[in-house]
């Protein structure tokens, strides 16, 4: 007791002798340093009315002194009183108060649970205060207002669930005003407290597939450009894509997104919109899709909507249309978008029994993402399809059937997708019953283990096996 008396005292002394101090200086005298000295921090130039400091300049000094130092020592009950004073008579002073003021009233709650949400509006007070006369940062100089609103609503849902309209609103604000850069935290609690709307009945299923396509294209932002978080936005990404699901039925999709193309046919961004998310949830044999797809390349043709219509045209069975769009997406794609229209065009082509064209579309698939295993899984399929045109006997009818495993066994070590491990894995025990047997293999006078080199279209080098 007697050392907070002392520190009290000597604080005291300390404020009095620097009043007396600025006071004392010429006007030309009073420079930021001073104020720095007892501040900690160079003064903002701030928005809104009445003088830095307050009616009563001396008083604020002192009771803002007081409260830091205390602050600084960790005794937020002795900072609490004076901080207040602060916060109630110079909110100018500095946008500490503010920050501290977050930690100050959550302290509150963690002392006295039962007066627990008289203390959430306190903290929500603090909140915009801190927007009303610190909507700059005061070291960029740029608006911080969506960045408040985001921590803001973070701290309401977790401390008042049941405040989720209010959240939604403030959520929405915030990452309206912070777009690219809006905190992963925020994005996670405001498809939350869409989801919440819905589920309390204050909001159709649009609403959450609007937010949800608000929030995957900066989701999507973030993980290609923001290195240093890039894995925070993954682990969103998943969240996000989990709690969706529910809603993302082809069903619902197509009759929210029928009216609004109804109602503006023409809305390039609304039609962008639409062809994405249902390309993404593959709600690709419908009307809409098509529809929307083919406004949209006549409108705004573009290397994706070649590659959308391509997709198009591919699922309904339209071949030489969709060769034809997918060619001209490939050329002028790039990347995986790129890697898309080859394993595509490959895909197309095997269907039209075109080996050879098929093979090298996913062999240039496979050169651009040389981690996906699809690419070989399908060069396998085109093989095993080809066994029995590429021989003329019990033996070399069956051979094309080894370089089929051969690439089911790449695709499965290259691929860390737990689903392509899986449909290799498959084939891979299924053909391997197509393998020559023992006897034909000791009849065309070779073993197991030794090098062959299956021929017809396919040449490629592999090694003699029995079936098993």
Request: charged letters at 25%; hydrophobic letters at 40%.
């Amino acid at each position: 007791m007697m050392k907070k008396l002392l520190v009290k005292i000597g604080l005291f002394l300390f404020i009095i002798i620097s009043i007396v101090s600025i006071n004392a200086l010429p006007s030309f005298a009073k420079s930021n340093e001073t104020v720095i000295l007892i501040f900690g921090e160079t003064p903002e130039i701030q928005k809104g009315n009445g003088p830095k400091y307050g009616q009563d300049s001396a008083k604020c000094v002192m009771e803002l002194s007081l409260y830091r130092e205390f602050f600084r020592q960790k005794n937020i009950a002795d900072a609490i009183k004076h901080w207040r004073w602060v916060f109630n008579n110079c909110p100018l002073a500095t946008q500490n108060t503010y920050i501290d003021g977050v930690k100050i009233v959550k302290y509150l709650i963690s002392k006295d649970k039962a007066n627990k949400l008289k203390y959430v509006d306190t903290l929500m007070m603090v909140y915009d205060q801190r927007i009303k006369y610190f909507p700059d940062n005061y070291k960029t100089k740029k608006n911080q207002v969506g960045y408040i609103l985001g921590r803001k609503g973070v701290d309401l849902i977790k401390l008042n669930p049941g405040k989720y309209e209010e959240a939604y609103e403030i959520f929405k604000e915030s990452v309206d005003l912070e777009g690219n850069n809006s905190k992963s935290a925020v994005l996670v609690y405001y498809f939350r407290s869409t989801i919440k709307l819905v589920e309390k009945g204050k909001a159709g299923k649009s609403l959450v597939v609007e937010t949800y396509d608000q929030i995957s294209d900066i989701v999507d932002f973030n993980i290609a450009n923001n290195l240093k978080y890039s894995k925070e936005f993954i682990k969103v990404q998943e969240n996000i894509e989990q709690t969706f699901e529910p809603y993302a039925s082809c069903e619902d999709l197509i009759s929210i997104y029928s009216q609004k193309f109804s109602e503006t046919p023409e809305n390039i961004d609304l039609l962008r919109k639409v062809t994405k998310i249902l390309d993404k949830n593959d709600c690709l044999d419908n009307q809409l899709f098509f529809d929307v797809t083919e406004i949209l390349h006549q409108l705004d043709p573009t290397p994706k909507s070649a590659f959308m219509m391509g997709k198009m045209a591919m699922k309904k069975g339209m071949y030489e249309k969709a060769v034809k769009y997918l060619s001209e997406a490939a050329e002028l794609l790039d990347g995986d978008a790129q890697a898309d229209s080859y394993l595509l065009l490959a895909s197309i082509l095997y269907k039209q029994k075109d080996f050879p064209a098929a093979r090298s579309y996913a062999l240039k698939a496979a050169k651009i993402r040389p981690g996906d295993g699809r690419p070989f899984l399908l060069i396998g399929d085109i093989y095993a399809t080809s066994a029995k045109s590429c021989g003329s006997n019990d033996l070399t009818s069956r051979v094309a059937y080894w370089a089929a495993v051969d690439k089911y066994v790449k695709a499965k070590s290259i691929d860390k997708d737990v689903s392509i491990k899986e449909d290799a894995l498959k084939k891979i025990s299924m053909y391997s019953k197509q393998f020559p047997n023992s006897e034909t293999i000791f009849f065309y006078n070779l073993k197991e283990g030794d090098p062959y080199k299956v021929e017809c279209w396919i040449n490629e080098n592999t090694i003699v096996r029995a079936a098993k």
